[in-house]
C-alpha cells in the first residue's frame, strides 16, 4: 500500500479589536478576491505563528503590535477550509487603542473597521474565528 502525503501550509490570522469593532481587509486577488477576511497569512521557515501575525498584521494593515499582546484564539485545521488545498491556521486576538488608524498595505485592497456582533459574510472560515473571538472575549471580561 502506498501512502500519499498531503501538502500542509502554515498560517497565522490576527482579530485585531479597537474597542466593538474587528479591523478587516478586503482580499486584493484570489481565492475570495474582493471579500472581507481577516489578517494574515504563511507563517515564514523559522517564524513562530505568533511572530508570523505581528509582521502579517503590519504588513496589511500597517498596525503595530507587540507578540506578547496577541492572545490564542484557536487553531483551524478543517480540512475545506482554503480552496487552495490544506491550511492550518493559528488564530490570535489584539486590542488596539481606539485611536488605532489602520491603512491598506500588502495584499489588501482596502480595510475596514466593523462591529465584532456583525461582521458580515467573510471569506474562508474567518467569520468562525471572530465568533469564537468574541466568545473569548465576552469570558476574558467576566
Do not use: K, N
Not at 482554503?82 to 488564530?91: C, E, I, L, N, T
Request: aromatic letters at 4%; a negative charge; hydrophobic letters at 40%.
Amino acid at each position: 500500500m502506498t501512502e500519499t502525503l498531503e501538502t500542509i501550509r502554515y498560517t497565522a490570522d490576527v482579530v485585531c479589536l479597537r474597542g466593538d469593532d474587528v479591523l478587516l481587509i478586503r482580499r486584493g486577488w484570489p481565492p475570495h478576491e474582493g471579500e472581507l477576511a481577516l489578517p494574515g497569512g504563511h507563517v515564514d521557515p523559522g517564524e513562530t505563528s505568533r511572530a508570523a501575525a505581528v509582521r502579517e498584521l503590519l504588513e496589511e494593515t500597517g498596525v503595530r503590535v507587540a507578540a506578547e499582546d496577541l492572545d490564542l484564539i484557536g487553531v483551524y485545521d478543517r480540512p475545506d477550509r482554503d480552496p487552495r488545498g490544506r491550511y492550518v491556521s493559528v488564530a490570535y486576538a489584539v486590542t488596539v487603542p481606539a485611536d488605532t488608524v489602520a491603512q491598506a498595505g500588502d495584499d489588501a485592497a482596502a480595510i475596514q473597521w466593523l462591529p465584532l456582533d456583525a461582521p458580515g459574510s467573510l471569506a474562508f472560515d474567518h467569520g468562525e474565528i471572530v465568533a469564537d473571538a468574541r466568545r473569548h472575549q465576552l469570558t476574558a471580561s467576566r
